[in-house]
């Protein structure tokens, strides 16, 4: 069976590319077309060396892993470890379906024809049965994603909490929020945001109604006895948003906070209540935010 370099370059990098294209969407990253393509080939020339063994080290795992790294990096510049992580994960998951797909295709189409080298699957298969089987198992990916996405009901949004301060509990509907990674940043403690008037029962009114001037060091309006039982348990707590940059939240450990959900409850102690001056919506759907990881 005669094999063509040229080909096994331009099948890989069709490949590699089209796998790069669905992780990007998947991902919501910025389509970077030159530096898709760029990743691309890095991966293609390495499978066409790995065909030819010219090194022994180029069959490696660790060297696989390696350039996965940098084939990630260079499609999407990934600003933390993270991110990074999650990039590769996403990307060897979508390369799984990928090959199975046009491995599949390929062996209906015409299965004497593949040989495998080196950990690649080769072949005198047209270029087009390739391109095809990528298209079918782009589909089947983002179609998978769409209905996983279905899934995700508005109650699996939200929460009921019973919170406990000062041996005073209040139960509210907290709204889980993915992009809440909000932390206490001296202890790493995990933050629940809550409007500031659902504390009235287990925190003093002076200290609720003027969070601004306390955030600007102002002390006045607090009475003397307050003052001594409650600043030193307040919390400075800066946080980022859509508009705020640089945002400063006042906040106060919980004694505990349960999360109830459908079929057991769960008691957390170490968590911080950050205390917002505002509503968090118009209709009072839910009054206080919860990260993920909670």
């Excluded at 590699?16 to 992780?23: D, K, M, S």
């Excluded at 990928?98 to 004497?112: D, N, R, T």
């Excluded at 047209?126 to 089987?133: D, E, F, R, S, Y």
């Excluded at 118009?282 to 993920?292: D, N, P, S, T, W």
Aim: a positive charge; glycine letters at 6%; aromatic letters at 10%.
């Amino acid at each position: 069976m005669t094999i063509y370099i040229d080909i096994v370059l331009m099948e890989n990098l069709i490949m590699n590319f089209i796998i790069l294209l669905a992780t990007g969407i998947v991902l919501k990253e910025k389509i970077k077309v030159i530096r898709f393509l760029l990743a691309s080939l890095l991966g293609a020339i390495y499978s066409v060396v790995s065909y030819l063994s010219i090194l022994e080290i180029y069959t490696s795992m660790i060297l696989k892993i390696i350039l996965s790294i940098v084939m990630i990096y260079i499609a999407f510049n990934p600003q933390t470890i993270k991110n990074m992580w999650k990039d590769i994960l996403l990307f060897y998951l979508t390369s799984f379906v990928f090959g199975g797909a046009a491995f599949a295709l390929i062996y209906i189409v015409k299965p004497q024809d593949i040989l495998m080298k080196n950990g690649l699957f080769l072949g005198t298969y047209p270029l087009k049965t390739i391109v095809l089987g990528a298209i079918i198992a782009f589909i089947v990916i983002m179609t998978a994603f769409t209905v996983v996405k279905s899934k995700i009901t508005k109650k699996d949004m939200f929460c009921e909490i019973e919170i406990e301060i000062n041996k005073k509990k209040i139960n509210t509907i907290a709204m889980i929020d993915t992009g809440n990674l909000l932390k206490e940043p001296i202890t790493n403690t995990p933050v629940i945001v809550v409007e500031h008037t659902l504390l009235y029962d287990c925190m003093p009114k002076e200290i609720l109604n003027h969070l601004d001037e306390l955030l600007g060091g102002e002390f006045e309006n607090i009475p003397e006895e307050i003052k001594e039982k409650y600043i030193s348990k307040l919390k400075f707590i800066p946080f980022s948003s859509l508009g705020k940059q640089n945002g400063m939240l006042l906040g106060i450990k919980a004694d505990t906070v349960t999360i109830k959900g459908i079929d057991k409850e769960e008691k957390k102690e170490n968590i911080i209540i950050g205390i917002y001056n505002k509503s968090l919506t118009k209709r009072g759907e839910y009054r206080a935010l919860m990260g993920i990881e909670l």
